[in-house]
């Protein structure tokens, strides 16, 4: 990825080679230190020609002030690039008592589409000096309307003001250094989100939505970009300029205009922004739970209901009321089926946090989920007190971080993870000291290895993607249901509607107010939209292609009250998720230091020491869900209805809520929410039938039947069929029963032989259990051995076949995707992402495609030919042996975490002999052969490659392992 970006834009075809085209300024950053832009503003240089304009409005106009001078402003614009300017700098320096800013933003946004409505924008370049970018999202917006560089002058001037009064502790030059860091790392992941490589792609984009602006805003200086919900207009905008700009310039009494307060927009502040978890909120709570007491309760419900000024999009809705008794609901029992509590991994939060979640939830006939850390086998049985800390959801992330068939098969849902939290494009991360022995062996890791999770566009590209690990899911483990996670976002009822016909049984849509975690700072404001938004959506989209009767809809993102899940069910949700609520009833007191395993109250950590300060106990949660489902009864008498399932999906009776407060909330308009899709009594709007994933006919059925001695009585079996590619999914179904009998220590080392004949569908072995031997003669598809846990397969070509296997692909994609045990041997050149999450199997290979052992975390590769580029891309654990015969497998490498060297440890030397071996024994390899012939010349030629983090785990195992034989030493003498 780059953010490397050229000022000087020529005016010329950029085909015809001339020498002009080289008169540019590279910039490694797009973010200009105030000297770097004083250099850019007085480059003499030939060829460069530059103009300042100002961003500023007469402050007396008022909005038709502001609409005048940026029409100004584009005119001023169009004529430097008539007068051959190459490139402009829009400034808002010079604001006075006359003088009010444009909004950076908003003059970028209208200069650019200004330009490419005239067909002029690409003969010159748009340079922001502005004081209003400070937030990695301020940048992101100006570059991805248009700016090609910023001077946020304004931060540097803070920055130097700190130093001096001691606040920041080193020189300016570094504080800007860290700074502009800072903004370029959180710009990749804003990139990365969205899938752009170069800024230069990304740029002018427009790949953003809106929340609350007028059509007619938008269509005039933000074409292109759509609002779900109707909002604020110019006027709006010169008010919210006009007001802190009076107070400037005419401060009231007693208010200095150059004090910087913090407002409390990541972390509440007495005299900040209002927070929906504030003190008061969570103390009520925290009294409320740990009290049992439903009258304590109530007074959390007002202070959530009735906030003084509106928070979320529910905050403006109401529902009309024809109340009956409350006596005539249906009870609490059946509403608390509905909770779930959100997917919170083992790894980011203690296990004393997340086994009282799942003893709280088995409680009420609520599940849990595990989030994408696996979860401790110990946890399948119940307790001496006859209580169950079993998750019911087990969540598989695309199939990584602990997903065995033994986990898989102890589960009532399995989530496939395609959104990282409540964030889209998002990927997570569990720094490396939070991962002790118990952490690193439940996800199949090494203690103090840092456990990426990449975004969920690296795991899932298609649809048809999503409906195989359906699909894979579903066959070894029949009796779950498959649900997928969505992050409420425009377009999610399309993407649902796909999710729905791959067989889906299950949608949650996840708001974007909940689930930051495991994101940055910088997405917890800028990413995702509002749960109403997205489910609204979905639900619409669903009814109006008639298939929301085969689905269910869950939604969650700060539920809080009764009144929360009713508004969530009249818009389409079944099932209702909680998490930080959760969290807070166990005690989190909201210090935010979740990923530094600081956290004072033992909920997020791993320091045994501040887990011994966790006060929170499962009695608390059901207190609440008890408490909750009351709550949702007495909603439901108010409506009118006697159960859930009578309101699910009536939007209709859903209305616009008159609130108190300033000229903008007017404009707000919900009637894309709250719009009813008409459609006649057969169009179901909640789920009525369950989806057929077509496994009764499955291969496997005839596989189990004829392996039930070993499965019974551990006996030996050999079978042999004839496989063709409609195949699929080859062994998931009697892996989960081997699990469900002997857990993941399987059945004895080849218990089951099963030898196959033709071309296998995809994800041939998925989840093969230890015990199972596959071999297949002929060719498979992609994700062959995807979750391998501790079989063994083989591919290899027919003996009767004239290619060379070394030079011929066999296999497909993605093979041993997210494996944890297990051999694998392929005697041919694999396709691309081979070993890709890889975190305990071991596999052998003759060539491969790009990508390969990528976010690997335990095992051993061996490729015995060439590779494709970015070999070992967020490789942090395991290891690879490359041959490398023509000497450039550096180029092909991402040494970004890995370090290279060669076979010179002996016991390198033999593992990779050991495995070569085993190779040419179960392929019947010509190419291992005449490799392990000339071994003492082929050796010399194998690469290593090491995850540098793993290495130095390593080496601080080996120096542990020698003090204490140096310890034995000194006690024996």
């Not at 106009?61 to 690039?81: F, M, N, P, R, T």
Request: aromatic share 8%; hydrophobic share 40%.
């Amino acid at each position: 990825m780059s953010l490397t970006g050229y000022i000087g834009s020529v005016h010329q075809n950029l085909l015809e080679p001339a020498r002009e085209i080289c008169k540019m300024v590279k910039l490694k950053s797009p973010v200009l230190t105030n000297n770097e832009f004083d250099i850019l503003m007085h480059l003499n240089y030939k060829g460069f020609y530059t103009i300042s304009l100002p961003m500023l409005f007469d402050a007396k106009a008022g909005a038709k002030g502001l609409e005048k001078a940026i029409q100004e402003l584009c005119i001023a614009v169009e004529k430097a690039v008539d007068d051959g300017k190459n490139y402009i700098v829009l400034s808002d320096r010079g604001v006075d008592a006359n003088h009010a800013p444009i909004p950076s933003l908003l003059a970028v946004s209208a200069v650019h589409l200004y330009l490419v409505q005239k067909r002029k924008r690409m003969q010159i370049d748009i340079v922001v000096e502005s004081a209003e970018p400070r937030e990695v999202m301020h940048f992101a917006l100006l570059f991805g309307f248009g700016a090609n560089a910023v001077n946020p002058y304004m931060i540097f001037s803070i920055i130097n003001d700190k130093i001096k009064v001691g606040e920041i502790n080193m020189d300016l030059d570094t504080a800007k250094k860290h700074y502009i860091k800072a903004v370029n790392k959180g710009l990749l992941k804003v990139l990365s989100k969205m899938g752009n490589s170069t800024l230069r792609s990304y740029r002018g984009a427009h790949i953003f939505e809106a929340i609350g602006i007028s059509s007619s805003l938008l269509t005039k200086y933000f074409k292109g970009i759509q609002s779900s919900i109707e909002g604020i207009d110019i006027d709006d905008i010169a008010n919210e300029i006009l007001r802190p700009h009076h107070e400037a310039f005419f401060p009231t009494e007693g208010n200095d205009p150059t004090d910087l307060y913090n407002l409390g927009l990541y972390a509440y502040r007495v005299d900040g922004v209002e927070h929906a978890w504030n003190p008061e909120t969570i103390a009520r709570l925290q009294i409320a739970t740990k009290t049992n007491d439903y009258f304590k309760y109530k007074e959390y419900v007002k202070a959530v209901d009735e906030k003084t000024a509106p928070i979320f999009i529910r905050d403006l809705i109401d529902y009309k009321r024809n109340p009956i008794d409350i006596n005539e609901v249906e009870p609490s029992e059946n509403i608390m089926k509905r909770f779930v509590t959100g997917a919170m991994s083992y790894g980011s939060i203690s296990s004393e946090a997340h086994e009282a979640m799942a003893m709280a939830m088995n409680i009420i006939g609520g599940r849990s989920n595990t989030g994408e850390g696996g979860e401790d086998p110990e946890r399948y049985k119940k307790r001496e007190d006859g209580l169950s800390t079993r998750s019911a959801i087990k969540q598989v992330a695309s199939g990584r971080f602990g997903v065995t068939a033994e986990y898989l098969v102890n589960a009532d849902e399995l989530q496939i993870k395609i959104a990282q939290a409540a964030k889209p494009g998002e990927g997570g991360q569990l720094p490396g000291h939070k991962v002790d022995k118990i952490i690193a062996k439940t996800r199949h890791s090494i203690q103090g290895i840092s456990l990426i999770s990449p975004p969920p566009h690296h795991d899932i590209y298609s649809i048809e993607d999503l409906a195989q690990l359906i699909f894979d899911l579903k066959n070894i483990n029949p009796s779950a249901i498959i649900s997928v996670k969505l992050v409420s976002e425009t377009g999610v009822g399309t993407i649902a509607a796909g999710v729905a016909k791959a067989k889906a049984d299950l949608i949650l849509i996840s708001g974007a107010e909940g689930g930051t975690g495991a994101s940055p700072s910088s997405s917890i404001k800028h990413a995702g939209l509002p749960l109403e938004i997205g489910l609204a959506e979905t639900q619409q989209t669903l009814v109006l292609n008639n298939l929301r009767g085969q689905i269910r809809l869950q939604a969650d993102g700060q539920l809080k009250t009764g009144r929360d899940i009713v508004i969530a069910a009249m818009l389409g949700a079944e099932e209702y998720g909680f998490a930080t609520s959760a969290l807070l009833i166990l005690g989190c007191v909201m210090m935010r230091k979740c990923h530094l395993n600081t956290c004072p109250v033992g909920v997020a950590t791993q320091d045994e020491v501040l887990r011994k300060h966790f006060t929170g106990k499962h009695e608390y949660l059901v207190n609440f869900f008890h408490f909750l489902a009351q709550d949702v009864r007495e909603h439901l008498a108010l409506l009118g209805y006697r159960s859930m399932d009578e309101i699910i999906g009536h939007s209709e009776l859903l209305e616009r809520k008159n609130v108190a407060g300033s000229s903008k909330l007017k404009k707000v308009d919900l009637s894309k929410i709250l719009f009813a899709p008409v459609q006649n009594r057969n169009v179901a709007l909640r789920h009525n039938k369950n989806q057929d994933h077509k496994i009764d006919k499955v291969l496997d059925r005839e596989l189990i039947k004829k392996s039930l001695p070993a499965l019974d009585l551990c006996m030996p079996v050999e079978v042999k069929y004839e496989i063709k590619n409609t195949d699929r999914t080859v062994g998931a179904m009697l892996s989960g029963e081997i699990a469900k009998r002997y857990g993941q220590v399987g059945l004895p080392a080849d218990t089951i032989k099963a030898y196959f004949n033709g071309s296998a569908g995809q994800s041939f072995g998925a989840f093969l259990s230890k015990g199972v031997f596959f071999e297949l003669t002929g060719e498979a598809n992609d994700y062959v051995g995807k979750g391998l846990s501790g079989g063994k397969i083989v591919v290899k070509a027919p003996a009767e076949s004239a290619f060379k296997p070394e030079d011929n692909i066999i296999a497909g994609n993605t093979i041993l995707y997210g494996a944890t045990s297990g051999e694998v041997y392929i005697g041919g050149v694999v396709g691309e992402r081979f070993c890709v999450r890889n975190s305990g199997a071991t596999a052998v290979v003759e060539g491969v495609g790009d990508h390969c052992c990528e976010y690997m975390t335990g095992g051993r590769t061996v490729v015995l030919g060439k590779t494709g580029r970015n070999f070992a891309a967020g490789m942090s654990g395991g290891m690879a042996y490359v041959l490398d015969e023509s000497g450039d497998f550096d180029f092909f490498c991402n040494m970004e975490m890995v370090e290279l060297s060669l076979i010179e440890d002996s016991h390198d030397n033999k593992e990779l002999k050991n495995l070569i071996e085993n190779h040419h024994k179960y392929t019947n390899s010509q190419h291992a052969k005449k490799i392990l012939d000339d071994w003492t010349n082929y050796v010399d030629k194998f690469i290593k490659v090491v995850p540098i983090e793993y290495k130095k785990v390593l080496q601080e195992e080996k120096m542990e392992a020698i003090n204490k034989k140096i310890a034995q030493v000194e006690r024996d003498y």
